[in-house]
T-cell receptor, first 113, second 114 residues
Framework: DAGVIQSPRHEVTEMGQEVTLRCKPISGHDYLFWYRQTMMRGLELLIYFNNNVPIDDSGMPEDRFSAKMPNASFSTLKIQPSEPRDSAVYFC???????????FGNGTRLTVT | KQEVTQIPAALSVPEGENLVLNCSFTDSAIYNLQWFRQDPGKGLTSLLLIQSSQREQTSGRLNASLDKSSGRSTLYIAASQPGDSATYLCAVRRSGGGADGLTFGKGTHLIIQP
């Protein structure tokens, strides 16, 4: 299996621009998670989906952040408008069952100038 | 709110030593606990998953234990090698309905000196 695939690997953008991060979970995995990692705060859960339905988005920092999962093999995390404090590494992760291990992608390093 | 603490934050030891990484959590009502490894610029790789009903899990030179009542887990690495150098994170999933996301510690940055 190819694992969780994220794109792009790196994104540099200017403040105010829209940013879209993409994720393809492992085939057959019913749960998809978006995390953000910073030096100060570590890994934080933003939102997760079960069978393409958003279950808990309480970690989404502001209305500028939105996430979608139009089908079982694709999810997006969008930031509009982006701000410098959004700079972080954004990870997508998936798992098959409730008690299965969580598998992470390699992340997208976002820099907002 | 669940909080996960990892001690030490950083550790440097000579190759060949056995070592223990510690993880503690404030709410013992957990569903499972997972240990991960993160290499620079990479994602997290799952090492071991311990369900709440289990006491330990082993994989090769790694052994993870769980004491849910005291809110502690340890990751034991036997005969450490330079290739073990990485950041090790533990994460807990709370119990209850739904597939909640994991709460992570900030990790232990491990360096194994050749």
């Amino acid at each position: 299996d190819a694992g969780v695939i994220q794109s792009p690997r790196h994104e540099v953008t200017e403040m105010g621009q829209e940013v879209t991060l993409r994720c393809k979970p492992i085939s057959g995995h019913d749960y998809l998670f978006w995390y953000r990692q910073t030096m100060m705060r570590g890994l934080e859960l933003l939102i997760y989906f079960n069978n393409n339905v958003p279950i808990d988005d309480s970690g989404m920092p502001e209305d500028r952040f939105s996430a979608k999962m139009p089908n079982a093999s694709f999810s997006t995390l969008k930031i509009q408008p982006s701000e410098p404090r959004d700079s972080a590494v954004y990870f997508c992760a998936s798992r098959k069952l409730v008690n299965s291990p969580l598998h992470f992608g390699n992340g997208t390093r976002l820099t907002v100038t | 709110k669940q909080e996960v603490t990892q001690i030490p934050a950083a550790l440097s030891v000579p190759e060949g030593e056995n070592l223990v990484l510690n993880c503690s959590f404030t709410d013992s009502a957990i569903y499972n606990l997972q240990w991960f490894r993160q290499d620079p610029g990479k994602g997290l790789t799952s090492l071991l998953l311990i369900q709440s009903s289990q006491r330990e899990q082993t994989s090769g030179r790694l052994n993870a234990s769980l004491d849910k009542s005291s809110g502690r887990s340890t990751l034991y690495i036997a005969a450490s090698q330079p290739g073990d150098s990485a950041t090790y994170l533990c994460a807990v999933r709370r119990s209850g309905g739904g597939a909640d996301g994991l709460t992570f510690g900030k990790g232990t940055h491990l360096i194994i000196q050749p």
